[in-house]
């Protein structure tokens, strides 16, 4: 029977970075949750233990912090520098992953700050000289009181969810979108994509959780361009209403239990027609 080494990868996962920025009009702060993934001719750590070709998960952590002090800028950018150096650089390694987490601090004078709703986020993939780039937002909580319906469901001998013409719809969206080329302005793409995601929920009357996640995906593409596709992940925040009748009450849909599983989980892909490959981009 033969056996081999099949596909493998490497990395520092979870490098966490603070930079102050000090600046006369105030303080800027960028806090950063980096994972750096490499990839390339490194059958011989794996069969016989030869380490020569291995760049040292602790040298890709020392990497971040060094690259650090000539400022980060957007976390896109910052991550295509981390990307090209270790492909670039490291003779064995030919392909580079670093996906970043950013925490949001809103500065509430010169030097405070409080923390701020959704972590934005970047991958980048890059081999060969392209590079392919993601950006995204996670747990971004929102919540509508009315305008959900849910009902017309296939039903079986398991099925007791009743139907319902009112309902709170609530979630905590994970976005991914995928750039068609590898340099634009991040901030300004951001930015129009999370308001398109929260003005699309705000303003879909909404019969199932999946029509939305088609709304918020079709809304955010039709106001990027340079935007090729979406992927959302959308969690389904129960909230039921209580039954209040034991004690003699009503409950005219202001009384309920907001329940955190189990949960339904949405998951879908909005893109364009004219879309250009993938490559690398969800590697």
């Known amino acids: 029977m033969a056996i081999r080494l099949g596909d493998n990868q490497y990395g520092k996962a979870e490098t966490r970075l603070v930079r102050v920025d000090r600046g006369a009009g105030g303080h800027t702060v960028t806090d950063l949750n980096v994972t750096t993934t490499l990839a390339g001719d490194l059958d011989a750590t794996h069969l016989t233990g030869d380490n020569s070709g291995v760049l040292p998960t602790d040298t890709q952590k020392n990497t971040v912090y060094a690259f650090a002090r000539d400022g980060v800028g957007e976390i896109e950018d910052f991550a295509l520098r981390l990307a090209r150096h270790f492909a670039d650089k490291t003779p064995t390694i030919t392909r580079a992953r670093v996906h970043i987490e950013r925490y949001t601090w809103e500065r509430m004078g010169d030097c405070s700050f409080r923390r701020g709703a959704g972590t934005r986020t970047a991958t980048v993939s890059y081999e060969s ?6 950006s995204g937002v996670e747990d971004l909580v929102v919540l509508n009181t009315t305008g959900s319906e849910f009902h017309g469901f296939h039903k079986d001998r398991y099925t007791t969810l009743p139907e319902t ?85 009503d409950n005219p849909g202001e009384v309920y239990f907001a329940a955190d599983r189990p949960y339904g989980l949405i998951e879908g892909t909005v893109l364009r027609d004219d879309a250009p490959p993938a490559g690398l981009a969800w590697w």
Not at 129 to 134: D, R, S
Not at 194 to 219: D, N, W
């Open 129 to 134: 000289g392209q590079a392919w780039v993601v």
């Open 165 to 249: 013409k009112d309902r709170i719809l609530a979630t905590a969206v994970s976005a991914r979108w995928r750039h068609a080329a590898a340099e634009g302005d991040w901030a300004a793409s951001y930015d129009t994509a999370t308001r398109s995601l929260l003005e699309a929920f705000a303003g879909t009357y909404s019969l199932s959780l999946q029509q939305t996640l088609y709304a918020m995906g079709q809304y955010l593409l039709s106001h990027q361009d340079g935007v090729a596709e979406v992927r959302l992940a959308l969690p389904n925040k129960h909230h039921f209403l209580v039954d209040l009748e034991p004690f003699g009450l």
